[in-house]
């Protein structure tokens, strides 16, 4: 049943609820589970075109988020950052002006959701004006209304990312729909979506996989894929402890397997060789804030660099694309 299931994805055959299900259910180092993951990185090829891609993403600031995400860093429940930090304009200049030099395909700018969205808009401005023309600019920011999303196309994005997270509404005070709404204010403003089914934690069920890889499908994204949840020290669910990253190679897999040719991008996060290896064909770099790190500056610590990213992809055998990225349409 399994290989039927692979070869209705591999011809290009949407899967059913119940076919997914199924996928995710396949024990770990069986020869289905060789199957899965085998498709999986024939499938990402044929869709990437052969080309593995490094987005980096640089985070504006750090604050106690009222959003409060159980998994988050930032969230005020978690106590992790008490005060407010922003980095200057200049220092988030500086820091994508590297990831540029050092071949990101695209570049992100991320804010904690209570950022005030003209600052973000005003930051991003600067930072638009010191990359180069074709630089592919993504905004990584809170909930947004339609006009909001007209600006950040105007500000010079191209795309965002945004997803619908495992746990939405009950590990955050975020409704589903609130996240759909965004999702289509960002496709009405002609901002290309990028999203992913995370983060994944060892106690989320096969059913909410399925749900959740099915609306990343259903939006319609340049990429989707899989990232596991990296607990937060002492808070309600790091005592769930982290999904191997074996074990995420084969749900990346798997949701990759879910999605149509017309979906070039398979991610994972962080970035590990048997990811790649398994379909993942984008990764990311990180500097300034980041949700998943307790240190203010995430360079040196959990954030890679783009050479590091690169490196990663080399070692599961990709080529990575020099250039703008392809899946944000350059």
């Given amino acids: 049943m399994v290989r039927d299931i692979i070869n209705k994805s591999s011809d290009g055959t949407a899967l059913t609820k119940e076919e997914i299900a199924s996928l995710f259910r396949v024990p770990l180092f069986s020869e289905e589970s060789a199957m899965v993951i085998a498709a999986s990185r024939k499938k990402s090829e044929a869709a ?134 965004t999702f289509r204010n960002a496709g009405e403003a002609g901002l290309l979506l990028g999203t992913c089914v995370e983060p994944v934690g060892n106690e989320h069920s096969i059913e909410e996989l399925v749900e959740k890889t099915i609306i990343t499908r259903d939006a319609k994204p340049v990429y989707s894929g899989s990232a596991r949840r990296i607990p937060i020290p002492d808070t309600i669910l790091a005592e769930h402890g982290i999904v191997s990253e074996a074990k995420m190679a084969h749900i990346l897999a798997v949701v990759r397997l879910a999605l149509g040719y017309d979906i070039p991008g398979n991610c994972t996060h962080e970035p590990n060789v048997i990811g790649a290896a398994a379909g993942a064909n984008l990764l990311w770099a990180e500097a300034g804030s980041n949700p998943r790190d307790t240190d203010a500056e995430t360079e040196g610590k959990r954030g890679m660099t783009v050479k590091d990213c690169i490196r990663v992809l080399e070692e599961a055998e990709w080529k990575v694309l020099k250039g703008p990225s392809k899946f944000y349409g350059a």
């Fill in 48 to 181: 990437g075109r052969g080309l593995a891609e490094v987005h980096a993403q640089v985070g504006l600031n750090i604050a106690p988020c009222p959003k409060n995400c159980a998994f988050c860093a930032f969230a005020v429940r978690n106590k992790v950052f008490r005060e407010k930090v922003e980095i200057s304009v200049d220092e988030a200049v500086q820091k994508v002006q590297q990831f540029e030099t050092d071949g990101a395909n695209a570049v992100f700018v991320m804010s904690t959701a209570d950022y005030p969205f003209e600052k973000f808009a005003d930051v991003s401005q600067e930072i638009r004006k010191s990359l180069r023309p074709e630089t592919i600019l993504v905004a990584n920011v809170g909930d947004f209304s339609k006009e909001q999303a007209k600006k950040l196309k105007d500000t010079g994005f191209s795309g965002v990312y945004h997803a619908v997270r495992l746990g939405e509404g009950r590990d955050t005070t975020i409704p589903v729909e609130t996240r759909l709404q």
